[in-house]
């Protein structure tokens, strides 16, 4: 591991913490539910600037792409991070951040703490897009799967009536569930390139492995491409729209990690 690994992995790790700790207050009313200090927004900058060089150096340690499963859930983590930096201007993007930072922090703890598979691979064109998109599909669904378990949090808060805290705290219930449907539209969109991606570029690899995620991948297209339908032309939302969607999400970590898992093929994300 770099010398410069483990001080700006700690350096992260404690950026995040405390900005993710900072929006829980928000999220829980012990602070008031104000635009961040510059303070809180520099940290989350320098969090997600160390988080990219430290992917960087250990992603490329061998100068052949590394992409066993903590790299790609950290990398994945560092993406919905810079997502929601990207669009913080919106409230219901900034409550996810009591969520996401702490998971970010999380990952970082256990890329420099957890032993890693040593081997890299050398990745063509298609199989570099296929990686690129699958990560983006994961970061923006993930995003989706946060944000609906927040809605389902408001959702069930409204519904005892408990009008204090949390619901205080969030946006209205519309404009959360319109970001979460903007979040699986693009999802859906990222998803449909890495699963055409993977099977133009990648599926001739490793057959097994592939297959089983190839196909898991199409049950997930399925689920949220089912809720995006409902939607539009049958009004689905609310409860209905959580459930949809955290069932798409848990299916879509088995894509990854379940067929990982049980196949027990070589960490990489294709």
Not at 20 to 40: D, F, H, Y
Not at 103 to 113: E, K, Q, T
Not at 198 to 222: E, I, N, P, Q
């Amino acid at each position: 591991m770099t010398t410069l690994v483990l001080p700006l992995a700690l350096l992260a790790i404690l950026l995040y913490a405390l900005s993710g700790g900072w929006q829980l207050l928000v999220l829980m009313r012990q602070i008031p539910s104000i635009e961040r200090p510059p303070l809180v927004q520099a940290a989350i900058g320098v969090a997600i600037v160390l988080h990219a060089v430290v992917l960087y150096l250990l992603l490329n340690a061998t100068g052949e792409l590394r992409l066993g499963a903590l790299e790609f859930t950290s990398l994945i983590c560092w993406c919905m991070g810079l997502i929601v930096k990207a669009f913080s201007r919106y409230s219901a993007m900034r409550a996810l951040t009591g969520i996401l930072f702490p998971l970010s922090a999380l990952s970082l703890v256990a890329l420099i703490g957890l032993p890693k598979q040593p081997a890299g691979l050398p990745l063509s064109a298609g199989e570099l897009a296929h990686v690129i998109t699958s990560v983006l599909a994961y970061a923006l669904l993930g995003l989706a799967a946060l944000q609906a378990l927040l809605l389902a949090i408001q959702g069930r808060a409204l519904k005892m009536r408990r009008l204090r805290g949390i619901v205080e705290a969030l946006p209205a219930l519309t404009r959360m569930e319109r970001v979460l449907f903007d979040l699986i539209t693009m999802g859906m969109i990222l998803l449909t390139l890495s699963i055409v991606s993977g099977l133009l570029f990648v599926f001739h690899v490793r057959d097994l492995y592939l297959s089983a995620k190839a196909l898991l991948a199409l049950m997930t297209w399925l689920i949220f491409g089912t809720l995006l339908w409902g939607h539009r032309y049958r009004g689905w939302r609310g409860r209905r729209a959580v459930r949809w969607t955290l069932g798409g999400s848990v299916l879509l970590l088995l894509t990854y990690y379940g067929s990982h898992l049980l196949l027990s093929a070589p960490a990489t994300a294709v």
